[in-house]
């Protein structure tokens, strides 16, 4: 007897996307300094946007340190930036914080030879495609629509 499977659960990272990034790249943290600062949110310089950063993830992580899984959401760290800077910030506002650092920080961001196919064959084949990751919402939504996964997986 073959054993019929309905769905198959993907990884993106590493396992759909090959991505490259650097989030301690000069140019990274320069990228978030002036959206901050467009944003109407001063910070003397990319290096205090850094250390404001680091802090901020310091006080989401607490409680979680020896948790090695947990993921904390970096959307309420941007809001915490621009909100310290006294500037009103909306979940959308943050997200678009988040999206200015990753497009910064990203040196690569490709699909994997032969994932469009692949995906294809398992939907021809009645089965669904899902994914299942803890990375940042507020940059891979964008990603997977760019890479065209956003209509390609169920």
């Not at 300094?33 to 001063?42: I, K, S, T, V």
């Not at 961001?109 to 692949?118: C, E, F, K, N, T």
Request: proline share 3%.
């Amino acid at each position: 007897m073959t054993k019929q499977y309905k769905a198959v659960f993907f990884d993106l990272y590493g396992t759909l996307i090959d991505i490259r990034t650097d989030e301690d790249s000069p140019r990274a943290w320069n990228a978030l300094y002036e959206a901050l600062r467009d944003a109407g949110a001063e910070y003397a310089s990319a290096d205090g946007v850094k250390r404001a950063f680091d802090e901020g993830l310091a006080q989401v992580m607490e409680g979680h340190e020896s948790d090695r899984c947990y993921e904390p959401d970096y959307v309420s760290v941007y809001q915490r930036m621009l909100s310290d800077r006294g500037v009103s910030a909306d979940e959308r506002m943050a997200r678009d914080m988040g999206r200015v650092f990753r497009r910064a920080s990203t040196n690569l961001i490709r699909l994997y030879p032969g994932v469009m196919a692949m995906l294809d064959r398992l939907h021809d084949a009645g089965m669904r495609t899902v994914l299942v990751s803890n990375a940042q919402s507020c940059f891979t939504r964008p990603e997977l629509a760019l890479l065209g996964l956003d209509k390609a997986l169920d």
